[in-house]
């Protein structure tokens, strides 16, 4: 099965620019999803399709994917955006195709 | 508003079987494949099962395939999953969950639940 990796954690100054990375076999023929985790609260879908964020999500978050490696970059860091971010593809190389999330990210604020 | 309001959770012993629901409103549930997503305690999220919008198509990780059912009542905008021979590893705050795209696969989810909390022990 396809198989997601993230770095466990993630620590950056308020301010500055947090990037999560997500690994996968040539990850940058599938489109990948990105999901915000606060404590005690459901997940938040940040970036679809690689880049795209949804409606009302700040232009801070963006996405990248390229080769063995799509990228979650936050700038402008803030307290707020504390949180575990997850990445997520639709394995559809199988059959029958299925999701699959990384391992999530903690990303810390110092 | 879209709103995904799930129930059914509890504690069961090991073996047993539990029937979780999610009540859906605020969006064409005929039209939205839809999917569960589980999270055991401090762990992260774990796809579970996902159905076409018109049932037509299941799909089940392969950690439950045999012993959960995904089923959906597009009459009544309800989203169920029948579990069953659980064991302790299905612990888990279990997720429902919305296909973004219309008519189409459940390639990700634009609107969560808040979750029940499946209790499984001895």
């Known amino acids: 099965s396809y198989v997601l990796t993230q770095p466990p954690s993630v620590s950056v100054a308020p301010g500055e620019t947090a990037r999560v990375t997500c690994g996968g076999h040539?990850?940058?023929?599938?489109?990948v999803h990105w999901y915000q985790q606060k404590p005690g609260q459901a997940p938040l879908l940040v970036i679809y399709?690689?880049?795209d964020r949804p409606s009302g999500i700040p232009e801070r978050f963006s996405g990248a994917n390229s080769g063995n490696t799509a990228t979650l970059t936050i700038t402008r860091v803030e307290a707020g955006d504390e949180a575990d971010f997850y990445c997520?593809?639709?394995?559809?190389?199988?059959?029958?195709?299925?999701?699959?999330f990384g391992g999530g990210t903690k990303l810390t604020v110092l | 508003e879209v709103q995904l309001v799930e129930s059914g959770g509890g504690s069961v012993q090991p073996g047993g079987s539990l029937r979780l629901s999610c009540a859906a409103s605020?969006?064409?549930?005929?039209?939205?494949?839809m999917s569960w997503v589980r999270q055991a305690p401090g762990k992260g999220l774990e796809w579970v099962s996902s159905?076409?919008?018109?049932?037509?198509?299941?799909y089940y990780a392969d950690s439950v395939k045999g012993r959960f059912t995904i089923s959906r009542d597009n009459s009544r905008n309800k989203l169920s999953l029948q579990m069953n021979s659980l064991t302790v590893e299905d612990t888990a705050v279990y997720y429902c969950?919305?296909?973004?795209?219309?008519?189409?696969?459940?390639?990700?989810?634009?609107?969560w639940g808040q979750g029940t909390l499946v209790t499984v022990s001895s």
């Open positions: 969950a919305k296909g973004r795209i219309e008519v189409a696969d459940p390639a990700d989810f634009d609107y």
């Open positions: 605020g969006f064409t549930f005929r039209s939205y494949a």
């Open positions: 159905l076409s919008d018109s049932s037509t198509i299941t």
């Open positions: 040539d990850i940058g023929s599938k489109s």
């Open positions: 399709y690689d880049s």
């Open positions: 997520q593809v639709w394995d559809s190389n199988i059959d029958p195709p299925n999701v699959v």
